[in-house]
């Protein structure tokens, strides 16, 4: 189980799964719908807490997450079958390398305790930021160079436009 505190919750998950969403309409390159788009953010910001109750083993719950967003992608966001597993695994590699990086840099750079900062939330979420942050300017980097080359497509009803 991976319980979160309400802390944990409002600063560090909920942004990262509207980052995680909006990495997904980057990836696929489709245009943004804000209403699906915060629709699908919400409700994967709920599965994700639910997983993350469940009793089962990390890399599970990754597993779990990735068929949620694909699930929503599809469903509600109307981003083609193909598009949403590639933008899905695309975003959570680059979650996870930034993420690792992140860790390298706090255990082997400033030689904190890495235990120490899993083990205390207020710690994880301060020395998480910085993933965040490098993931997040990855995306919108991207997003502006899509955007810039036109390289973004309209959704309608599931049909690549």
Do not use: W
Not at 71 to 97: G, P, R, Y
Request: aromatic fraction near 12%; charged fraction near 15%; include cysteine.
């Amino acid at each position: 189980m991976l319980r979160l505190n309400l802390l944990e919750v409002f600063l560090r998950v909920l942004p990262e799964e509207f980052l995680v969403i909006f990495a997904v309409y980057v990836f696929s390159k489709t245009i943004i719908n804000v209403k699906k788009y915060i629709i699908s953010s919400i409700i994967y910001f709920i599965a994700v807490y639910v997983i993350r109750l469940l009793p089962i083993q990390y890399g599970v719950h990754t597993i779990l997450s990735i068929v949620v967003i694909i699930v929503l992608s599809i469903n509600i966001n109307k981003i083609s079958i193909i598009n949403s597993i590639k933008a899905s695994i695309i975003t959570m590699i680059l979650e996870f390398i930034c993420e690792g990086i992140n860790v390298i840099i706090i255990q082997y750079i400033f030689k904190v305790d890495i235990d120490r900062v899993f083990n205390e939330p207020l710690l994880k979420i301060l020395y998480g930021i910085p993933s965040l942050l490098v993931f997040a300017a990855i995306v919108f980097t991207y997003y502006a160079y899509s955007a810039k080359n036109k390289r973004l497509k309209e959704v309608i009803d599931g049909e690549d436009i």
